[in-house]
């Protein structure tokens, strides 16, 4: 079974769920953007939210997250689309941290001083821009202060990633439960009791079934949902020579120039798939005069 999205809402309507294993999805980019063990940890969490987030997208829209703090990973990037096509990247892949506390230390990676970032192209003259500041930077906490203040829905989060002997993703998926109006005050005290019981998302990915479903069952025992919606996650890179192109050509007269006298190509790297994009000297040359 590859990587999966499921949109779930119960048969009253107050609570929205949305899960999925993102284990394959993981591994791919945290392998290619040659991610310690921590950084891998850090990435596959936003990149699980990012999954998580593409099924609350319709069309054509688009979505972002970036997670900018103070720890040496610097910058995170998750970005999706409604089909759940993923792509995502660090600007430091080797945060080089020691394990804290038996844990991966995701906070210090991250740094306890930062901003999420959340952009959405919605197919508006202008995509919306959301910003809060990190609750806890462990980005699962922090995705849920945004829904929560931002979106003005209250939500709960559980992003996991657990890697293996080698350092590389053995599991990773996660979960957004969300209140709906009018709400349920009584039903969402039951679902918090049963979340501070409910073992970690990697512990229920390895319990033998790594459907997203597993993830949400334990929450909504007894009462009745629908499944809405179930989609397949891949990463898919939108990057291209024309579009690289245009970015060269955007640049000033002042920088295409210095270009231009250069005697070997100019070699851009896609920093999402790293794809390597080569233009000559002459077609450089062209774009200075």
Partial sequence: MGD???RLLTRDGTLRGLAANTTDLCREICASQGCDPTASVALGRLITGAALMSGLLKGDQRLALSVEG???LQRLNAETDAEGHIRANVRNPLPGLPPKDDRFDVVG???RAGFL????DLGLREPYRGTVQ???????EDLAYYLTTSEQIPSAVALGVA????GLVDVAGGFILQSLPPGDEERVAEIERRLSELPPVTTLLRGGNNSPLALLEPLLTGIPFDIKAEQPLMFRCNCSRPQVERMLRGLSQEERKELAQ???DTVVTCEFCRRNYA??????????E
């Fill in 4 to 6: 999966t999205l499921i």
């Fill in 70 to 72: 103070n720890g040496p």
């Fill in 109 to 111: 990676a991250v740094g």
């Fill in 117 to 120: 970032h959340v952009i959405k």
């Fill in 134 to 140: 990190l609750v806890s930077s462990e980005i699962g």
């Fill in 163 to 166: 890697l293996d002997q080698e």
């Fill in 262 to 264: 250069r005697t070997e």
């Fill in 279 to 288: 233009f000559t000297p002459e077609e450089v040359r062209r774009w200075a």
